[in-house]
């Protein structure tokens, strides 16, 4: 096995596996303001080099692969695209916020794993800075498994700005059964009509607003035919789960679901996840297994 990262210094690194690109992490994107600019992971595949994300999809142009990104920061839009406000619906305002790429600060590459731990600045569409952030990401090929790998997220976010920034998601402003924000990963088209996982379930979107440690999404693909499944862990509490089946495969741990959080002047939150990629379909039985990997690549 041989594992390996391509560092295009200053925009984005890829993480290649025997031949394979696992998943190109871009922090430093190009996108229009529209879309928030932010960090994202894509392509992402599997170990055979199943494609197992969306980009840019014409229905939501600011979907892009697996993103931290938030639709509710006080006044201010990290997710792009239009606001949801109450009685209003979907409003396009002038609040469209980024995640800009400050410093990478550490880079190592190991026998079965890659980290990139990078720093962010967040500003609001007026450029004002409001957000600093410490962001590391893994890339981790479990020993003794062929058919999976581990993406863990972490981060740290402190308010430096000198406004309430409460962070909550369109059902916090009277949206029904919304509660989308936090890691975002979005499937490719070819998963449209797949199956969520969690522990004990399998089916559909009556799993979306439910709570648990974990929550997987099997998908085929177009022209093989055959299937992935991808699973979350939550490594910071048990969440809420905003998921889709139906418009499209998305799955989300949403800390911010149906209560808002505080994040005044000064104050730091953290969170940390692991998102697994595995060959093949799941049930709940072999979804809970690769839940397993995916907390202990977190532990690590």
Not at 76 to 86: E, I, L, R, S
Request: with cysteine; glycine share 12%.
């Amino acid at each position: 096995m041989t594992l390996s990262a391509l560092h295009d210094v200053g925009r984005a690194l890829d993480v290649v596996l025997d031949g394979t690109t696992l998943a190109q992490y871009v922090y430093v994107p190009t996108d229009v303001q529209l879309e928030s600019p932010r960090p994202y992971v894509h392509p992402v595949r599997t170990r055979r080099g199943d494609l197992v994300t969306a980009f840019r999809p014409h229905d939501h142009v600011w979907h892009k692969g697996i993103a931290w990104s938030l639709p509710v920061v006080g006044e201010h839009n990290f997710w792009g695209g239009p606001t949801y406000v109450h009685g209003q619906g979907y409003v396009q305002l002038e609040n469209d916020g980024s995640m800009d790429h400050v410093a990478l600060t550490d880079l190592r590459v190991s026998p079965g794993r890659v980290d990139l731990t990078h720093t962010l600045a967040w500003h609001t569409q007026a450029r004002e800075h409001v957000i600093d952030e410490q962001r590391t990401l893994g890339f981790v090929v479990p020993a003794g498994r062929d058919d999976a790998w581990v993406l863990t997220f972490e981060t740290t976010m402190t308010n430096v700005s000198a406004d309430d920034l409460t962070i909550g998601s369109p059902t916090t402003r009277g949206r029904e059964n919304a509660g989308y924000g936090g890691l975002f990963w979005r499937g490719p088209r070819s998963f449209t009509g797949g199956t969520l996982l969690a522990p004990d379930f399998s089916g559909g979107e009556e799993a979306r607003g439910t709570r648990g440690p974990w929550m997987g999404f099997v998908g085929r693909h177009d022209g093989t035919g055959g299937s992935s499944t991808v699973v979350i862990v939550d490594g910071t509490d048990t969440p809420q789960w905003f998921a889709r089946t139906e418009q499209f495969g998305c799955l989300n741990p949403a800390p911010f679901f149906s209560t808002e959080v505080p994040f005044a002047p000064g104050d730091t939150l953290r969170f940390r996840y692991a998102v697994v990629i595995a060959d093949g379909a799941g049930d709940p039985t072999s979804a809970a297994a690769l839940a397993t990997l995916g907390t202990e690549a977190i532990s690590a």
